[in-house]
Nanobody, 128 residues
Framework: QVQLVESGGGLVQAGGSLRLSCAAS????????MGWFRQAPGKERDLVAA????????YYADSVKGRFTISRDNAKNTVYLQMNSLNSEDTAVYYC?????????????????????WGQGTKVTVSS
């Protein structure tokens, strides 16, 4: 039902920054927690950051804490991932996803099975 479209990926030098965007359809966008996952070649798809529907509760994976910032603009049905101080370990395809249930406030400790709709992914490549 929900359509998600990511953008903003690309090639960046180590130490650089990118901002990913995920535009969502649906009139009830603000009810749902949103997350950013990433998947490197040969590895599992892991949660990078997540944010509750009202933007109050936020989760970051330890590997990106202090470098990445997740935010959302419910008026625009859009969630963002600001990525700073990028390194080669950040190279992956990044996916936007929406929670399966509304009004969830605990956004950490979740996996791909907890998500409903997914975006098509946007590739981030960090050169050393």
């Amino acid at each position: 039902q929900v359509q998600l479209v990511e953008s903003g990926g690309g090639l960046v030098q180590a130490g650089g920054s990118l901002r990913l965007s995920c535009a969502a359809s649906g009139r009830l966008f603000s009810r749902y927690a949103m997350g950013w996952f990433r998947q490197a070649p040969g590895k599992e798809r892991d949660l990078v950051a997540a944010i509750s529907g009202n933007g109050v509760n936020i989760y970051y994976a330890d590997s990106v804490k202090g470098r990445f910032t997740i935010s959302r603009d419910n008026a625009k049905n859009t969630v963002y991932l600001q990525m700073n101080s990028l390194n080669s370990e950040d190279t992956a395809v990044y996916y936007c996803a929406v929670d399966r249930v509304p009004f969830r406030m605990v956004v950490g400790g979740r996996g791909p099975a907890d998500c409903g709709s997914w975006g098509q992914g946007t590739k981030v490549t960090v050169s050393s």
